[in-house]
T-cell receptor, first 113, second 111 residues
Framework: KAGVTQTPRYLIKTRGQQVTLSCSPI?????VSWYQQTPGQGLQFLFE???????NKGNFPGRFSGRQFSNSRSEMNVSTLELGDSALYLC????????????FGDGTRLSIL | GIQVEQSPPDLILQEGANSTLRCNFS?????LQWFHQNPWGQLINLFY???GTKQNGRLSATTVATERYSLLYISSSQTTDSGVYFC?????????????FGTGTQLKVEL
């Protein structure tokens, strides 16, 4: 069974630009969650999508948004990039029933110049 | 929100040594997972263990939910065990798949 796939693996952008990251969950998994990892703040929850609806949201500004498609694939978008958005963005999938083990992808490393 | 504390923050071991990592959490949980993040940033599932004890090879974990802590045991450590170990929990009021991570234990295993 293929794992969680995130694309791209690495991305370099400049301030003010926007970026879209993609996540394909494990086959059969309906929940996709996104996390940001930085040296200063650690791993922080961004949001979770289940059946194309945002079910949970963390404490991030509105510049961070996401969506989920009918095949459970998810995208995360960050607009008006700031230097502080440089981070490893991790996606996790689970079956979706709540309180299920989450399985992480390899992440997208985003650098803002 | 729920707080997660991990100890020790850093640990250096000689190959072959045993260790115990601890995770304390501030509220009741319905989900607790242990992860290993390798030097390439990959976050690997070790255990899904909201309560009880599990073992997988040289690793084992115990969660005492009533006392709000979990322990990860690493026996006969190897250099490939190096990396950061994270405990992550979801409180009973979470309502979905929203993990709160601890700050991790940085483990280095030396020859």
């Amino acid at each position: 069974k293929a794992g969680v796939t995130q694309t791209p693996r690495y991305l370099i952008k400049t301030r003010g630009q926007q970026v879209t990251l993609s996540c394909s969950p494990i086959s059969g998994h309906r929940s996709v969650s996104w996390y940001q990892q930085t040296p200063g703040q650690g791993l922080q929850f961004l949001f979770e999508y289940f059946s194309e609806t945002q079910r949970n949201k963390g404490n991030f500004p509105g510049r961070f948004s996401g969506r989920q498609f009918s095949n459970s694939r998810s995208e995360m978008n960050v607009s008006t990039l700031e230097l502080g958005d440089s981070a490893l963005y991790l996606c996790a999938s689970s079956l979706g029933g709540g309180y299920q083990p989450q399985h992480f992808g390899d992440g997208t490393r985003l650098s803002i110049l | 929100g729920i707080q997660v504390e991990q100890s020790p923050p850093d640990l250096i071991l000689q190959e072959g040594a045993n260790s115990t990592l601890r995770c304390n959490f501030s509220d009741s949980v319905n989900n607790l997972q242990w992860f290993h993040q390798n030097p390439w940033g990959q976050l690997i599932n070790l255990f899904y263990i909201p309560s009880g004890t599990k073992q997988n090879g040289r690793l084992s974990a115990t969660t005492v939910a009533t006392e709000r802590y979990s322990l990860l045991y690493i026996s006969s450590s190897q250099t490939t065990d190096s990396g950061v170990y994270f405990c992550a929990v979801e409180g009973v009021t979470g309502g979905g798949n929203k993990l709160t991570f601890g700050t991790g234990t940085q483990l280095k295993v030396e020859l």
